[in-house]
Each structure stands twice: as C-alpha cells, then as structure tokens.
C-alpha cells in the first residue's frame, strides 16, 4: 500500500506531466489553417436541425422532437433512476419525483409550464421526472432567460440590461453580440448580480473577448488552459482576416480543440448566418 506522501508525489507527477503535455505537441499544435468548409477526422458531420414553432400552442411546440428524442430520452431517465435507487434502494426519492414534483410547476413562468407536460405526454415519462431533468437543473433555468431575451429583446442594450441585472439559479457566463461595431460582451454572473461586463472596444483595439471555463481576471486551471492558444491565434489571424473559416481554424486547433468538444458553432448576426457541426479530436489530443 502506497503511503500518503508517495500518493501526493503521485498525484503531482501526474499533475505536472499533463501540465507539460498540454503546453507541448502533440497535445498542442501551430494555428490550423483551411479546416473550413468542414471535412477529415474531426469532423462527424452536421448537427440535426428541428423547427420549434411558437405560434403552436405551448403543449404542442416540442412534440416532434420529442417524439424522435423520446428513446433516447428514456435511456438517460433510466439511468438516472438505477443511479439514485443504488443509494436508496427503497425506491422512496423516485416516487417522491415522480408524484411530488409537478406540484411544483406553478413555480415556473409561462409557458414552461405547459410545453413541460406536453413533453411527458409524447414521451410517457412522467411529469415529476421531466421537471426534475429539465426544470430543476441549473442550466434549465439559465435556458428560460436566455430564451426570453431571443425571443423578446429589441435591441443589444435590453439584452444585455436583463442578462447582466435577472436573478438566475447559479453562475454563468452569458455570451452577447449585436449587429452594431463594438456590440460585443462576455457578461460573467453570480445569482443575484453581475460580477464583470468585458465589452468589445475596437478603439483600445480590443477587437475580440474570448471565453473559456474561467473567470476574465482569473487565470486558467493550469491542467486546461484554452484561452491562451485561442488568443495567439485570434492575434495571427488579425481582425482584417476574421471570418467563418479563421474562427473555424481557431477552434479547430489543439487544445482548443479536445476531447470534450462536442461541437463548433458559427454565428454571424448581421448575416443572420448560423452553422453548427459535430466534433472529434483524434488521437494524440488532450483530454480537456
């Protein structure tokens, strides 16, 4: 049996190699250039694309992607279940779930409430269980004021008024750009307020903000230090040469490219332009 001291030796070898290797190839890489259009092996193809029509009623809006999500849907619910009733086995936090909790949709704004119960209806999962996936995480809730602002904000300003001052559940980093020069910001928040408001100033040529996991003014965990490659390369590319295809290249080399990205979207708001595909880092590549 290894003694405390030889575990802690361990554990920092180990910390400081995987320090070593994500600051030096093959974990890294010089800027990529033409990955764009998207092809080759990390590249898995395009995401799947649905229609949510909000002129539907509120029950009816996510029944066709429900209907075609609903197995897969499952699969995570069951899951889940075996995972809390190996640690109450009785089954009681389950039944809990499953019939105290739509007692608490009224806690909800409109119209999650009944788009919601149209999810349990088409999937045939009950309602306690939808709320508790879909209601109850963190992220769902920072999901409906993002979803307010697309859907109800008329300008930059409002939007960033009500992404920067709304009461959330938890911490986020809202991500916000306009149609106008300088229309850019990274607003980073707690629960009740705005920690920092980092906007685009093309006069102090702060041409771009770049975001990773981390606070701003914090620096990075030393074991996941994206943000530095990323702003070398955003640097070698320079704001004249910005495009669909540099900001692809960007994201497309190592370490910001990793094995947890999942996907890389493209935005341009004055173009009302939007693309969005599925990724893969290929061996050797980082795990973060």
Not at 151 to 176: D, G, V
Request: hydrophobic share 35%; charged share 20%; with cysteine.
């Amino acid at each position: 049996m290894l003694g405390w001291s030889r575990i802690t030796l361990l554990l920092l070898t180990v910390a400081v190699t995987c320090t070593l290797a994500q600051q030096a190839p093959p974990w890294t890489e010089n800027c990529r250039k033409s990955t764009y259009p998207p092809s080759g092996p990390t590249y898995r193809g395009p995401v799947p694309w649905y229609t949510i029509n909000l002129d539907l009623p509120p029950y009816k809006r996510w029944h066709e992607l429900m209907a075609d999500k609903a197995p897969a849907l499952r699969i995570i619910v069951n899951s889940l279940r075996d995972l809390v009733n190996a640690f109450v086995p009785s089954g009681k936090i389950m039944q809990i779930v499953d019939q105290k909790l739509p007692g608490l949709l009224g806690n909800f704004p409109g119209p999650f409430e009944e788009e919601m119960k149209g999810i349990a209806a088409v999937t045939g999962i009950p309602l306690g269980v939808i709320e508790w996936i879909l209601g109850k995480k963190d992220a769902m809730w920072i999901g409906f004021i993002t979803r307010s602002v697309l859907e109800n904000s008329t300008s930059y300003e409002e939007a960033k008024n009500i992404l920067t001052k709304t009461k959330i559940l938890a911490p986020a980093y809202f991500i916000l750009g306009g149609n106008k020069t300088g229309e850019g910001c990274v607003i980073t928040r707690d629960r009740k307020q705005s920690l920092d408001v980092y906007e685009l100033n093309p006069k102090q040529d702060r041409w771009y903000v770049v975001q990773t996991n981390y606070d701003r003014w914090k620096s990075p965990f030393f074991l996941d230090d994206r943000r530095t490659p990323a702003k070398m390369c955003l640097n070698q590319t320079t704001q004249e040469n910005i495009s669909f295809a540099t900001i692809y290249d960007v994201l497309s080399t190592k370490p910001v490219l990793n094995k947890l990205t999942v996907f890389t979207t493209l935005m341009d708001v004055t173009k009302s332009q939007y693309e969005t595909y599925l990724r893969d880092c290929p061996d050797p590549c980082i795990g973060w």
